[in-house]
């Protein structure tokens, strides 16, 4: 099994609201990410957990807020959003923390619209 | 610091014909260069990857690249386009000296194969 699931896949919700995307994978992959992707133009990384530990944090504003529940399991919880944050969410998963040889496994992403 | 350069945003080329789509790379270790390719509205699926050995690597659906650490560059290639190639293309790139799990993407190009 060599994928990593996203839900929900389409996302509206209002600027006072709060709301999570959820990411599993079944890999046993110890390195998850979360990126978000505007139109046309590349993933950006936004958080790295290795080992269900957050190990990067790119400057990401609090209204945006991760968690590793368990090593198959990544959360991203939202509060707060601009019209701005609305993108792509890609999750994503590697075998090992710190092996930089490893490939990423993407899921599909949720797309979220904020209003 | 690691930077990922893909000059052309579009590509078109005829179904049957040989495609390139250009990567060129900039690290200060050894590099571990990456080919992604996302459809529309979904996630990224990888493609190859080169890490060490031979300069020419094969990955999914019939794609290849070639790794030229002289010309720092890291071309993905077909010998025979099919109109279900069309899709958005993603170099990526990481240092092999940090360890770090951190990739950089290019900009994407997006391919279109006329039929």
């Known amino acids: 099994d060599t994928e990593v699931t996203q839900t929900p896949k389409h996302l509206v919700m209002g600027m006072t609201n709060k709301k999570s995307l959820k990411c599993e994978q079944h890999?046993?992959?110890?390195?998850m990410y979360w990126y978000k992707q505007k139109a046309k133009k590349p993933p950006e990384l936004m958080f790295v957990?290795?080992?269900?530990?957050?190990?990067i944090n790119e400057s990401v504003p609090s209204r945006f807020s991760p968690e590793c529940p368990n090593s198959s399991l990544l959360n991203l919880h939202l509060h707060a959003l601009q019209p701005e944050d609305s993108a792509l969410y890609l999750c994503?998963?590697?075998?090992?923390?710190?092996?930089?040889?490893?490939?990423?496994?993407f899921g599909p992403g949720t797309r979220l619209t904020v209003t | 610091a690691q930077s990922v350069a893909q000059p052309e945003d579009q590509v078109n080329v005829a179904e049957g014909n040989p495609l390139t789509v250009k990567c060129t790379y900039s690290?200060?270790?050894?590099?571990?260069l990456f080919w992604y390719v996302q459809y529309p509205n979904r996630g990224l699926q990888f493609l190859l990857k080169?890490?060490?050995?031979?300069?020419l690597v094969k990955g999914s659906y019939g794609f290849e690249a070639e790794f030229n650490k002289s010309q720092t560059s890291f071309h993905l290639k077909k010998p025979s386009a099919l109109v279900s190639d069309s899709a958005l293309y993603f170099c990526?790139?990481?240092?092999?000296?940090?360890?770090?799990?951190?990739?950089?993407f290019g900009t994407g190009t997006r391919l279109t194969v006329i039929p």
């Open positions: 994503a998963s590697s075998q090992e923390p710190g092996h930089p040889r490893d490939e990423q496994y």
């Open positions: 890999m046993g992959h110890r390195a």
């Open positions: 957990y290795s080992y269900e530990k957050l190990s």
């Open positions: 690290v200060s270790g050894n590099p571990y």
């Open positions: 080169y890490i060490t050995g031979d300069n």
């Open positions: 990526a790139v990481r240092d092999g000296g940090t360890g770090a799990n951190n990739l950089f």
